[in-house]
């Protein structure tokens, strides 16, 4: 059995699994009367202890399927997921490919070329703190993999570590909204970056995004909630729901990779399209894309990321920070297009 705990201390919630235990014991009273020694009832169990047995969590095709841990800079305290189907994480991905091949033969091949780790047994075991993220998403805005990484370095050694915490350590909301701007700049944040990551942290404090908020709440509203978060927008929102969240209906009709590749699926011209566009053009109309996406329910992410096979978009900076967006709102060139 499950039992979820906070702690008074440090507030983290945590995970403990129950443990079976043999040889249960039992001692009686006894008595002394007349100088006698008084008489032990306690067996001696022959029974060996029974393992811990952790459960399969559930995952779902509706609901947050990553493990959130809350940032902590001494701990890695779990949120658990809640159960929302049946589904283990040991076959979810068989069922969304299952469902996928149902509506659409033709991505048959598609499939057996890519394996999609996202959704995944170890995929979707992958610890996500969703401050952390989308921190991360910010800070590689309108700069290479490797300038986003040195950044990261920087800014996580501005805060330092404890005596009881030596190691380097992602800060807290409270710490970078108490570290000054010039500070945080020093670790290369633009000032608009700079301002954003205290955007971030600050609706963390608050609680308006949480572990909680986040493991729980419709699409819809998480997308409401992060897009009031100055630098994140919608296209930035969904990638999170999709690479951070691992939920499995994401869809977005704002990215010019899923454009490309719904169009080359289906059979367009892409490259006709490409050449003939003047001004304000697009592979394929947001209409389209709704109408012929809705049988892939509720496995549309699913969908979404062979899309991008398709169209030849790498993923690699999302699946790095966990899906952490980059851009404010306009639709974006795939998943390497960067955006303030």
């Not at 990321?305 to 790095?320: I, N």
Request: charged share 20%; with cysteine.
């Amino acid at each position: 059995m499950v039992v979820t705990t906070r702690s008074r201390a440090n507030g983290p919630i945590t995970e403990l699994l129950g443990v079976s235990r043999a040889g249960v014991t039992k001692r009686t009273k006894s008595s002394s009367a007349g100088g006698r020694k008084p008489v032990s009832t306690r067996k001696k169990s022959t029974q060996i202890p029974a393992p811990e047995v952790v459960k399969e969590r559930p995952a779902s095709p509706r609901g947050t399927n990553a493990p959130l841990i809350a940032s902590q800079a001494n701990s890695t305290a779990v949120l658990p997921v809640k159960s929302h189907a049946p589904a283990t994480t040991n076959t979810i991905l068989g069922q969304a490919t299952a469902h996928l091949l149902s509506v659409d033969s033709s991505l048959k091949h598609l499939i057996e070329s890519h394996s999609c780790g996202i959704f995944s047994v170890e995929g979707l075991a992958e610890l996500i703190d969703p401050f952390q993220s989308l921190v991360s998403g910010i800070i590689s805005q309108q700069v290479s993999g490797a300038a986003a990484r040195t950044i990261k370095a920087r800014f996580i050694a501005l805060f330092t570590p404890t005596p009881t915490c030596p190691q380097p350590f992602f800060p807290m909301p409270e710490m970078v909204v108490a570290c000054p701007n010039d500070k945080l700049r020093s670790a290369g944040l633009s000032g608009r970056k700079a301002e954003y990551v205290v955007s971030l942290a600050e609706h963390f404090i608050d609680g308006t995004l949480s572990p909680e908020v986040l493991s729980t709440a419709p699409d819809a509203e998480v997308i409401e909630k992060l897009t009031k978060v100055r630098g994140i927008g919608k296209w930035s929102a969904e990638m999170f729901l999709m690479f951070g969240l691992k939920r499995m209906d994401v869809f977005s009709t704002g990215d010019l990779g899923i454009q490309r590749g719904m169009a080359a699926h289906f059979g367009r011209d892409v490259a006709k399209l490409k050449s003939g566009g003047k001004g304000k053009w697009k592979y394929m109309s947001e209409e389209d894309m709704l109408r012929l996406s809705e049988g892939f329910r509720p496995y549309r992410s699913l969908f979404m990321w062979y899309m991008w096979r398709a169209s030849d978009v790498s993923v690699d900076a999302l699946t790095e920070d966990g899906g952490a967006g980059k851009g404010k709102g306009k639709a974006q060139a795939g998943p390497k297009a960067k955006k303030a």
